[in-house]
């Protein structure tokens, strides 16, 4: 019988003590809704779990203008926290639909993210958030731009011995408004067919896009953004047609493909569908605030 030891760490530094004395044996585990999966599917056999549940400096959301998200921050405290609500919603529109409330209460972003699934469902909230992630080692910390995080199906760039402590977000641009979509096959519990995110900031008429960002999931082998598409918007009104040509735009640079929730083709024809559906409801939104 496969047997490992949990170690429970009280402090960032212990964390990083223990992950430097026990190296490729030891794993880190956050809420543990991924990593208890893969270790019952024998995917992942360490000797030592890890967990960063009890380094409470790791659980934390505070808003001071920008927006700074602890690693060990819950789906549940993203979803009940009224400044994200109001100031960042595309992030509760990630959070309220992932798993069920069980899971939320566990899940963390940060696992979430280092899992590095194309199915993450907090991944393409944080690509049009332009989010930086801050990482610690003991020899140092670091911070990489989220869109150069993921470099492969489960791969990111950490190295061993590192810690995601938290994701800084700026304030975005007035007249700014922001959604994500995410398609399954049912109202249950299920990962995407196809995510779709995107951030518009809005010239005063509320019509011209100024800046554009949108985040695809379950699009390519990583998170991404459709940078092509973003570049082709800016500028211009937010019509009909102009979406159904983004669309077709963002569908070129995406690489989904068949699985067993769904086919590549039926992914292609979702990236138009719910990119013109994020993008006004992006216009929605920022109307509204206008309106406060």
Not at 39 to 61: G, Y
Not at 134 to 157: L, Y
Not at 230 to 235: D, I, M, Y
Not at 249 to 272: C, D, F, H, N
Request: proline share 5%.
């Amino acid at each position: 019988m496969r047997t490992f030891e949990y170690l429970k760490p009280v402090t960032v530094q212990e964390a990083l003590d223990l992950l430097d004395r026990y190296g490729e044996k030891a794993r880190l585990i956050a809420g543990g809704t991924d990593a208890m999966v893969m270790w019952k599917q024998k995917k992942i056999s360490p000797d030592f779990f890890i967990s960063l549940r009890n380094v409470t400096d790791l659980n934390s959301i505070k808003v001071q203008g920008d927006l700074t998200i602890g690693s060990g921050t819950t789906h549940r405290s993203l979803e009940l926290s009224p400044e994200i609500r109001k100031d960042f919603p595309v992030i509760t529109d990630a959070v309220v639909n992932l798993g069920s409330v069980q899971v939320r209460n566990s899940a963390t972003i940060g696992g979430n993210i280092c899992t590095a699934a194309p199915s993450a469902d907090t991944a393409p909230p944080l690509l049009v958030l332009e989010t930086m992630v801050n990482i610690i080692a003991s020899k140092g910390g670091r911070s990489v731009p989220i869109d150069e995080f993921f470099t492969g199906p489960s791969q990111t760039v950490l190295e061993p011995g590192e810690i995601v402590t938290d994701f800084h977000i700026a304030r975005p641009l007035p007249n700014t408004g922001m959604a994500y979509w995410k398609h399954t096959r049912r109202k249950a519990m299920d990962l995407p067919i196809l995510g779709v995110a995107a951030l518009i900031s809005f010239e005063d008429d509320l019509k011209t896009c100024k800046k554009v960002r949108i985040g695809l999931g379950v699009a390519a082998p990583t998170p991404m953004r459709a940078k092509q598409a973003e570049a082709f918007l800016e500028g211009k009104v937010l019509e009909a047609g102009v979406l159904e040509e983004a669309g077709k735009i963002a569908v070129g640079e995406a690489q989904p493909r068949t699985s067993v929730r769904g086919s590549e083709w039926y992914r292609k024809e979702l990236i138009g569908v719910l990119l013109k559906r994020v993008a006004l409801i992006c216009q929605e939104r920022a109307k509204g605030a206008a309106d406060k």
